[in-house]
């Protein structure tokens, strides 16, 4: 057998290699001894009914790593690889079903993807009802669902969901949306291109400016708009960058956003309130008589206990004329001291209060 020469100059890099191979190999037999682990965690859980997912427990090791970490490997890769590493021992405590708004590759997929990793089962659903059903029926354990774009405002929808199911928010993730022209075809060869209305809205400015001449066709989604434009000569699609991937599009051009601060808040729905953090959010929804000075008495209890508010929006309730639901998120969990007594005062004013859910708060 011929022996391979190693040129001299070479020696150290192959040294060093030989140090690395050695380091994912203890690597992995430590990740090996963590599945382990997790597996007897799991067992522990279902003898006592404890759901596999704990929101508090994940913010509480990211927070940890990164505080600990004192090396030269960055913390938004320490998550990035973490949340993969809980994402596949949680598979081992319990096989989690996650519904979302769908169809596959839209930015709620990415988001529910971000939050519990590729080691789940993930069930698109046509529309938001379909994803409550889905986690109310106990068909899923967790749903994600979109409540607030920072450019184009509330996810309706979601809201007045919340008004009628008795599920709660346990988790939130803020996602950077970047809307991406995808085609098979190069910019001055599209004719049409494919959109989700709030993906439009989004890039209005860049569209008009670079593509005025095409035709626009509306589609239920995204990921809708990239497959139409995977299967026809001359069209593009605004989407995801996960839609390019899985329709098999090339990126025309990256980030034709208006504005790079383009965020998406989604909630994670279940049926249990996570427990306390040293930084959450508690959502309540709570219905009033159109009455003068009515919404602003509802909000005292928040002042005196000092408590921030983050967001406050209004819908019609339905059941009767000028009756109204606010749904409020503030600072703080809804163990919290000050938190307990202003929600104590509130309910004494208002037709009805309802606790959404106390959630670390997303970054």
Not at 164 to 182: G, M, Y
Not at 287 to 293: A, P, Q, W
Request: contains cysteine; charged residues 30%; neutral net charge.
């Amino acid at each position: 057998m011929k022996k391979t020469l190693i040129k001299p100059e070479f020696k150290e890099l192959i040294e060093f290699r030989e140090k690395i191979d050695l380091i994912d190999n203890q690597i992995l037999e430590l990740l090996n001894k963590r599945i382990e682990i997790a597996e007897q965690i799991g067992k522990f859980k279902r003898k006592r009914g404890i759901e596999a997912y704990q929101p508090d427990r994940e913010k509480e090791i990211y927070d940890r790593l990164c505080k600990d970490n004192k090396g030269l490997f960055p913390n938004k890769a320490i998550k990035a690889i973490y949340r993969e590493i809980m994402s596949a021992s949680r598979s081992w405590e319990e096989a989690l079903k996650i519904a979302y708004l769908g169809p596959g590759a839209t930015f709620t997929h990415q988001a529910a993807l971000a939050k519990f990793g590729a080691s789940c089962e993930f069930v698109p659903k046509k529309n938001i009802s379909e994803v409550f059903d889905e986690v109310e029926a106990d068909r899923a354990n967790y749903g994600v669902v979109p409540i607030e774009n920072s450019s184009e405002g509330i996810v309706t929808h979601t809201l007045d969901m919340f008004s009628e199911s008795e599920l709660k928010i346990c988790s939130e993730i803020i996602l950077k949306i970047s809307q991406n022209l995808l085609s098979n075809t190069h910019l001055k060869g599209i004719k049409r291109v494919y959109y989700h209305p709030q993906s439009f809205a989004q890039s209005r400015v860049w569209l008009e400016n670079n593509l005025p001449d095409v035709e626009y066709f509306e589609v239920s989604s995204t990921a809708e708009a990239a497959r139409r434009a995977s299967l026809e000569k001359n069209s593009a699609a605004i989407a995801s960058e996960l839609a390019a991937t899985i329709y098999n599009l090339n990126i025309v051009i990256k980030g034709i956003e208006t504005g790079k601060e383009n965020y998406t808040r989604f909630l994670v729905i279940g049926r249990e309130i996570s427990a306390p953090t040293d930084n959450d959010k508690t959502s309540i929804l709570f219905s009033i008589k159109d009455r003068v000075g009515a919404l602003h008495d509802m909000l005292i209890p928040f002042a005196k206990h000092k408590i921030n508010l983050t967001k406050i929006e209004s819908r019609p309730s339905r059941k009767q004329a000028w009756e109204y639901i606010f749904f409020l998120d503030l600072e703080g969990h809804a163990k919290d001291e000050n938190v307990q007594q202003a929600l104590s005062e509130l309910e004494d004013l208002c037709l009805h209060l309802k606790l959404l859910g106390s959630y670390p708060v997303g970054e």
